[in-house]
């Protein structure tokens, strides 16, 4: 189906493991995005793509890295995860900005639980 | 940056108007957009406004943007026990990216 899917939607690990959270879209979405949502902050946006191979750091970047080397997928990989990265995980893809009022479509989201 | 604030919690009776509230910091952004999340599901539009617009009515939706004042509001009418949900008022920051606000959780009691 077409869509923004998000693998895998449940995952526990262990602090100072690697993992990695995958994103697909099927809409050719110039942009996507990664955000966190916790309870009192609402979502925060850690990174987001403009483009293949452009990626840039939002409001809490620290401790995730991103890549978009195809246009359909932004995998958001926790090189060691903490604590502190317990959270849910939104995938979101939207159209070029500026031709569009540039809805975003989320993805059903991701939750993470590391102990 | 963009920065958006909204209040956690608004409670109402079923049949009563709803009125979410959102101020915002960056007056660049072209659109302001207000997103619904249901329970274990990720966030949908429900509406936006173009920033050159004072309100917006969409069935039982009406958005009020107030420039001078940063504030932009969601007013849902006759609401059901269907709209209890958390509310996301946003606004596109720099680069296109889009800034949430914390949500509001809404309540509406029969």
């Known amino acids: 189906d077409a869509g923004i899917t998000q693998s895998p939607r449940y995952k526990i690990t262990e602090t100072g493991r690697q993992v990695t959270l995958m994103c697909h879209q099927t809409?050719?979405?110039?942009?996507m995005f990664w955000y966190r949502q916790d309870l009192g902050h609402g979502l925060r946006l850690i990174y987001y793509?403009?483009?293949?191979?452009?990626?840039d750091k939002g409001e809490v970047p620290d401790g995730y890295v991103v890549s978009r080397s195809k246009t359909e997928n932004f995998p958001l990989t926790l090189e060691s995860a903490t604590r502190s990265q317990t959270s849910v995980y939104f995938c979101?893809?939207?159209?070029?900005?500026?031709?569009?009022?540039?809805?975003?479509?989320f993805g059903e989201g991701s939750r993470l639980t590391v102990l | 940056g963009e920065d958006v604030e909204q209040s956690l919690f608004l409670s109402v009776r079923e049949g009563d108007s709803s009125v979410i509230n959102c101020t915002y910091t960056?007056?660049?952004?072209?659109?302001l957009y207000w997103y619904k999340q249901e329970p274990g599901a990720g966030l949908q539009l429900l509406t936006y406004?173009?920033?050159?617009?004072d309100m917006k009515q969409d069935q039982r939706l009406t958005v009020l943007l107030n420039k001078k004042d940063k504030h932009l509001s969601l007013r849902i009418a006759d609401t059901q026990t269907g709209d209890s949900a958390i509310y996301f008022c946003?606004?596109?920051?720099?680069?296109?990216?889009?800034?949430f606000g914390q949500g509001t959780e809404l309540s509406v009691k029969p």
């Open positions: 809409w050719s979405h110039s942009y």
């Open positions: 793509s403009a483009a293949a191979d452009i990626t």
């Open positions: 406004i173009f920033s050159n617009m």
């Open positions: 960056d007056s660049s952004s072209t659109y």
């Open positions: 979101a893809s939207s159209e070029t900005s500026g031709r569009t009022a540039g809805e975003l479509f």
């Open positions: 946003a606004g596109r920051g720099q680069g296109g990216k889009l800034i």
